[in-house]
Structure formats: C-alpha cells, structure tokens
C-alpha cells in the first residue's frame, strides 16, 4: 500500500482562497477517480467557518467532500468513517489540544490505521506537524514551544516560517541546543510529500517561498535552502 504525507507550512483553501494548487495537488496523489477526502477542524475547535472554507473549495472539485467533528459528531462510527476515506486533510489552529482530544477519543490510532491501509495525510500548520515526531508549535499563547507528535515522520517541523518570522531564530535556537530534533522549515505556501516516510518532494504555490533542512554537523547548525518545484496555475 503506498502510504503519502503532504505537510503543508501554510495555505491551501483557508490561507490562499484565490489559489487553488496546493489543493488540487493533494487531491492529485490519490488514484480514486474521484476521491473521498474528510477535512478534520479539531485544532480549531471544529470552527464552522473554517469546514465551511473548506466545502466552498472541495464542492467545486472531483472528489467526495465531507468532515469530521468531535464537538458536533454526526456518527458514532468514527473509525469506519475514517477508514473509508482516501484522503484526510487536518486544519490549523492549536495542535496541542487537538492532539489530546484526538488520543482520548482514540482517534489518533484511526488515523494510522487509515495511512497504513493507504489513506493520504495532509494538512497545514496544525495538521502539519503532527505527523512528525515534534513540531514547533504556539499552543500555548504568547510562547513557541516543542511538542511532541504523532512520530509517523522522523525529526521536527516547523510551519509558516516566512509568515511568522519570530520562529525563525527559535526553530533554529532549539534543534542547535539538542531541544528539538533536527527536522525541516516551510515557508507559507510551501508543501513537503512524503511517500513511505521518505521525503519525494518539496512543492510550492508560490513563485516565493523555501523550505529549509536542518541538521548538526561537528555541533555546528547546518541549514539548506531547497528550492521547491512551483506549481503551475
């Protein structure tokens, strides 16, 4: 089974409304003809606004929108709903709290269940980083602080690097003072697409916009500037 990851550092249908590549991407990677994809809000606290931003962008596409919520479920069957999705898209917002609430519901076990059936992983900010060991996260307010994740991608992840500079400097600081894993930067805009846990790909919707890798050497921090392929409109 060919198990996918698409970590996005931001945009998408709730940051690019005009822009629609990042989406059309991940749905793209599915090989339904029409592929059934269930946006999860948990780190937004299941906002209305944000699941109705993302039916006015998937309604318009060939694919089976739908959601779930754990605030206003509408089925009982959390598991069999997931497992019948071919592509899951998790929303941004506070990652801590939806990680909780995904483990006391258990639907964090469902989620791997469904990736490890071939169900695609995608998500922004939020639903980022929680596929990666830890991730840089503003759970907490006023504060950017490690947190540890799902663990289905090895290293840290930090999202919104260019539209959020005050990360910069502290993803940096973290990984250099063995805080945080060593692990990868995106600049809004910019996606990272795993398949089998291996890096295939670093895509952007933007004509700017980076990712960055970061890695110790000697107890030297090493970053690289990657370049990613842009999407066409």
Known sequence: MRRQIIALGGGGFSMEPENPLLDNYILEQSDKQIPKICFIGT??????NYIDRFYSRFREKNCYPSHLSLFKGHTDKIEEFILQQDIIFVGGRNTRNMLVLWKEWGLDEMI??????GTILSGLSAGAICWFEEGLTDSVPTQLNRLKCLGLLKGSNCP?????????????DKIRTG???CGFACDDGVGLHYIAEKLEAIISSRESGCAYGYEMK???LCEEKIEPMRLDK
């Open 179 to 181: 805080e945080m894993k």
């Open 112 to 117: 791997i269940k469904a990736y490890s059936d």
């Open 160 to 172: 919104h690097f260019d539209g959020e500079p005050e990360r910069q400097n502290m993803y940096r």
């Open 43 to 48: 780190a937004s606290g299941d906002s209305i």
């Open 218 to 220: 000697d107890n030297v």
